[in-house]
């Protein structure tokens, strides 16, 4: 007893001495989990987005800034943790930065675990935990974030902020038709040695995903996460009440299909290589157990043929999706 006593108080001494003053911490804001990064001097809210692979736009609105604010030197500015910033086991060294957590009362390894969306055996693993058992005060890693230590944040010289805009003709966007106000970060040496930064409001552009794109780009992280295949798509015909109400339109059409790998409510992207056409389509379930679906990867609703350029009722395709 006494000796176990002795290993888990090393392994508490052990956790609490991992982090350090500069150290991420994980932090609750607005209902998020978010990691608080202190700002350094010269650094933008560009620059932090690019280290800890964030859009630009998210880091900004997460914390009601805009883009040509400066920064506080020793504010905290809160970056958001999710999937499309969150390093994976093939991620080298180097490449990501740990984000700590201290514990509080109240605390537990499932409740740490469910709120930042990060499996127990993982925090165990990263912290050498014999057991899933916490203390207060507790110091542990909870998430790697991914982490760009190239970036240049200008801190060695003098730095100046200019502001170009380059209004955008609203006039050329289609009547209903969503549009997004991008802003780009370009800089500049100056004659006297000083690093200007031009943030350029460039044109606007249509919305072209549609819901169930924007849908299979937040579920694959920006096509980080995704399982690909290749394999017969067997096309079915559509009832009439899930017949896309929109027509041979890829970004809106309401297309639905069978997989018996992705879980029900997928976003799948069908891809045709013979005519460089693409569709996004919602899984309902597993194949059907019939002749028509024999040796077939994939079964979509027969509206998608038009939009992939397909005559026949089987056509060769290449899937990606989530098998998450």
Same mark, same amino acid.
Do not use: C
């Given at each position: 007893?006494?000796?176990?006593?002795?290993?888990?108080?090393?392994?508490?001494?052990?956790?609490?001495?991992?982090?350090?003053?500069?150290?991420?911490?994980?932090?609750?804001?607005?209902?998020?989990?978010?990691?608080?990064?202190?700002?350094?001097?010269?650094?933008?809210?560009?620059?932090?987005?690019?280290?800890?692979?964030?859009?630009?736009?998210?880091?900004?609105?997460?914390?009601?800034?805009?883009?040509?604010?400066?920064?506080?030197?020793?504010?905290?500015?809160?970056?958001?943790?999710?999937?499309?910033?969150?390093? =994976?086991? *093939?991620? %080298?060294? !180097?490449?990501?930065?740990? +984000?700590?957590? @201290?514990? /509080?009362?109240?605390?537990?390894?499932?409740?740490?675990?469910?709120?930042?969306?990060?499996?127990?055996?993982?925090?165990?693993?990263?912290?050498?935990?014999?057991?899933?058992?916490?203390?207060?005060?507790?110091?542990?890693?909870?998430?790697?974030?991914?982490?760009?230590?190239?970036?240049?944040?200008?801190?060695?010289?003098?730095?100046?902020?200019?502001?170009?805009?380059?209004?955008?003709? =609203?006039? *050329?966007? %289609?009547? !209903?038709?969503?549009?997004? +106000?991008?802003? @780009?970060? /370009?800089?500049?040496?100056?004659?006297?040695?000083?690093?200007?930064?031009?943030?350029?409001?460039?044109?606007?552009?249509?919305?072209?995903?549609?819901?169930?794109?924007?849908?299979?780009?937040?579920?694959?992280?920006?096509?980080?996460?995704?399982?690909?295949?290749?394999?017969?798509?067997?096309?079915?015909?559509?009832?009439?009440?899930?017949?896309?109400?929109?027509?041979?339109?890829?970004?809106?059409?309401?297309?639905?299909?069978?997989?018996?790998?992705?879980?029900?409510?997928?976003?799948?992207?069908?891809?045709?290589?013979?005519?460089?056409?693409?569709?996004?389509?919602?899984?309902?379930?597993?194949?059907?157990?019939?002749?028509?679906?024999?040796?077939?990867?994939?079964?979509?609703?027969?509206?998608?043929?038009?939009?992939?350029?397909?005559?026949?009722?089987?056509?060769?395709?290449?899937?990606?999706?989530?098998?998450?």
């Amino acid at each position: 007893m006494l000796r176990l006593l002795i290993i888990a108080l090393l392994s508490f001494v052990s956790y609490t001495g991992f982090a350090s003053a500069d150290s991420l911490f994980i932090v609750s804001k607005n209902d998020k989990w978010m990691a608080a990064h202190t700002v350094k001097r010269g650094e933008t809210i560009f620059t932090i987005a690019q280290q800890y692979h964030v859009p630009p736009a998210t880091l900004a609105d997460e914390n009601g800034v805009n883009y040509q604010n400066g920064l506080a030197v020793g504010s905290t500015l809160f970056v958001p943790v999710g999937v499309f910033n969150k390093a =994976t086991t *093939t991620t %080298p060294a !180097g490449g990501w930065v740990p +984000v700590y957590y @201290k514990i /509080r009362e109240q605390d537990n390894m499932y409740r740490i675990s469910k709120n930042i969306n990060e499996p127990q055996r993982n925090i165990q693993e990263w912290n050498n935990m014999p057991d899933n058992s916490v203390q207060v005060g507790q110091v542990l890693i909870v998430a790697r974030l991914l982490y760009d230590a190239k970036i240049n944040s200008f801190a060695s010289s003098e730095t100046t902020t200019h502001t170009e805009t380059k209004k955008a003709d =609203t006039a *050329t966007v %289609p009547k !209903g038709q969503k549009y997004t +106000v991008q802003f @780009k970060e /370009r800089k500049e040496t100056q004659k006297d040695g000083s690093v200007a930064t031009y943030i350029v409001r460039d044109t606007v552009w249509a919305d072209t995903l549609g819901a169930f794109g924007k849908t299979y780009m937040q579920q694959t992280g920006n096509e980080k996460y995704i399982t690909e295949e290749k394999g017969s798509a067997v096309f079915y015909e559509t009832p009439g009440k899930l017949r896309s109400r929109y027509g041979a339109d890829a970004k809106s059409s309401v297309i639905y299909a069978f997989h018996n790998l992705a879980r029900r409510g997928t976003i799948i992207k069908v891809y045709n290589p013979g005519t460089d056409k693409y569709v996004f389509v919602k899984v309902m379930g597993p194949l059907p157990e019939t002749k028509q679906y024999h040796n077939g990867l994939i079964g979509i609703g027969d509206d998608a043929k038009e939009i992939l350029g397909v005559l026949e009722d089987k056509a060769w395709v290449e899937l990606k999706y989530n098998s998450r």
